[in-house]
């Protein structure tokens, strides 16, 4: 414990986008490559990391990119992205809604937060707008997703943009996915681990652990699906086991073995974003990006190396 580097982590709320950074938590692999991690920490969601990161409460965090875009171009912080991790999220509708194109005239929750839900909302309804789905209203709902389920389900709402295990709860209760966001070019590419810029430049040798010990605890979620699942259950208050199973084997199918932080994903919710948010307007999404850690450990064989292992 003496020779390990201790420092702090977090992500912003329960739910499979965090999975990841528990399952390198829990299998020991910060202590591993060097670094010694308390339990990581639950933020508050997206904004509650940024302030994390922003302070120093946190060094590294685990969250979706609208709030950290938004308060990088504000000029509130400067916060990088330096992996790509899970962040899958649907469109589903209440029991008796079968497709999408029912949604017409109908209402959508939306949150009001400036997080992802709000921006995956605005998103989709335009998109459907576009196909001819026209008429869609956005309905005040609470954050959370068991909150925005029960929405759903009571029909205060007529669909909601959700995320695993919630969505696999609201399915049993006769739910039906109408949007799959992988049809945009949005899963598995709007979340990942972020840090401020300065503590990155200041401290490479750290983050270049907590990185390899990262991509090593996803490349032991990818294939250690008891483990895995045990993990998820655990730390998501899940009670059915086979919530989290479900949950895993949805999520599972797309996870990349090298998580590189997808820029082109990142720069279609800044140019979404920038009708709201003037800053936004041409910015370019490199600009917050730091993926040479990912791309080191991928040419210097170590992901390779993974891939021959058991775990």
């Not at 709902?141 to 909601?160: F, R, T, W």
Request: hydrophobic share 40%.
């Amino acid at each position: 414990m003496a020779d390990l580097i201790k420092i702090d982590a977090g992500f912003a709320t329960i739910g499979q986008g965090a999975g990841p950074m528990m399952v390198t938590w829990k299998a020991g692999l910060f202590k591993k490559h060097g670094l010694h991690v308390d339990k990581p920490r639950i933020m508050g969601g997206a904004k509650g990391v940024v302030r994390g990161l922003t302070i120093g409460e946190i060094q590294f965090g685990n969250l979706a990119a609208p709030a950290p875009l938004r308060s990088n171009v504000k000029g509130e912080a400067d916060l990088i992205f330096l992996t790509g991790g899970i962040n899958q999220q649907f469109v589903m509708g209440r029991p008796g809604l079968t497709g999408r194109e029912q949604l017409t005239g109908k209402k959508m929750g939306f949150v009001g937060d400036g997080g992802l839900n709000d921006a995956l909302v605005s998103f989709i309804i335009e998109k459907l707008a576009a196909a001819g789905i026209k008429g869609i209203e956005k309905e005040p709902v609470p954050a959370g997703g068991n909150q925005q389920m029960a929405a759903l389900i009571s029909e205060k709402c007529d669909a909601i943009v959700i995320t695993p295990p919630e969505s696999i709860d609201a399915q049993r209760k006769g739910c039906k996915y109408l949007v799959d966001f992988a049809e945009h070019g949005l899963n598995y590419a709007l979340g990942g681990i972020a840090a401020r810029r300065d503590y990155v430049e200041k401290n490479p040798e750290i983050t270049r652990k907590f990185i390899k010990a990262y991509v090593e605890g996803m490349h032991r979620y990818r294939t250690d699906r008891d483990f895995t699942v045990n993990v998820q259950a655990e730390y998501s208050g899940i009670a059915d086991r086979t919530v989290a199973e479900e949950t895993y084997d949805l999520t599972r199918p797309g996870m990349p073995p090298v998580p590189y932080p997808v820029v082109a994903s990142l720069q279609v919710l800044l140019d979404f974003m920038s009708k709201e948010v003037p800053e936004a307007k041409n910015v370019d999404a490199r600009r917050f990006v730091d993926d040479h850690f990912i791309r080191e450990l991928e040419e210097n064989g170590f992901i390779a190396s993974l891939a021959g292992s058991k775990k």
